[in-house]
């Protein structure tokens, strides 16, 4: 399966800790995004990238929150001093940029912050 | 910004019948592209269709069809002959063509659709 996947499926944390989320998108694709979907919403987006720079952050990214795509591949979303309201669903998503850019979404990363 | 309502957070059909998603938007765009996104209980989000506002005709993808009011800001996704496997949170979504925008993805609330067999 050549689609987008993310590491881990979930994670439990406690309040204040420090984690780290991976997202590997089609190994064509030269976007990648960040979403963020609390329970009964909507995804909300938080940073894309185009190849390794990123472009666009959105406010709801904290300074808590880092995002990198070192070398336009993988991506890692880390949030630090997790607080509870971080608790949702990160989701990651990849596109070409030509064409119709259709967005692919990975199953996403579940964080539970205790 | 753009924002984008859908008003029924629940909805039911029978298996074989048909069933309307309705959606709303609001941007002070001409042009834009517009969504629907089906997210099944744990699996991920998968395009269902899509529709390009400077296209009048509504988008069909086999029982999925849009009926796109582009005066009225409104998008709705009809399901014909539903089946069990149609059952997920359904997700109106909108994209400005811009790319000061990078090809964002904004939301609405989704709505659950439920199949009775």
């Known amino acids: 399966d050549t689609g987008v996947s993310q590491n881990p499926r979930h994670k439990i944390t406690k309040r204040g800790q420090n984690v780290t989320f991976r997202c590997d998108p089609i190994s064509e694709h030269n976007r990648l995004y960040w979403y963020r979907q609390t329970l009964g919403q909507g995804p909300e987006f938080l940073t894309y990238?185009?190849?390794?720079?990123?472009?666009?952050k959105s406010r709801l990214l904290s300074d808590r929150f880092s995002a990198e795509r070192p070398k336009g591949s993988f991506s890692t979303l880390e949030i630090q001093r997790t607080e509870q309201g971080d608790s949702a669903m990160y989701l990651c998503a990849s596109s070409l940029v030509q064409g119709f850019n259709e967005q692919y979404f990975g199953p996403g990363t579940r964080l539970t912050v205790t | 910004a753009q924002t984008v309502t859908q008003s029924q957070p629940e909805m039911s059909v029978q298996e074989a019948e048909t069933v309307t998603l309705s959606c709303t938007y609001d941007t002070s765009e001409s042009d834009y592209y517009l969504f629907w996104y089906k997210q099944p209980p744990s699996r991920q989000m998968i395009l269902v269709i899509r529709q390009e506002a400077y296209k009048q005709q509504n988008a069909t993808e086999n029982r999925f069809s849009v009926n796109f009011q582009k005066a009225a800001k409104s998008f709705s996704l009809k399901i014909s002959d539903s089946q069990l496997g149609d059952a997920a949170m359904y997700f109106c979504?909108?994209?400005?063509?811009?790319?000061?925008?990078?090809?964002?993805?904004?939301f609405g609330e989704g709505t659950q659709l439920t199949v009775n067999p």
């Open positions: 990238f185009q190849n390794e720079a990123q472009l666009e």
């Open positions: 979504a909108y994209r400005s063509p811009w790319e000061t925008s990078g090809s964002r993805l904004t």
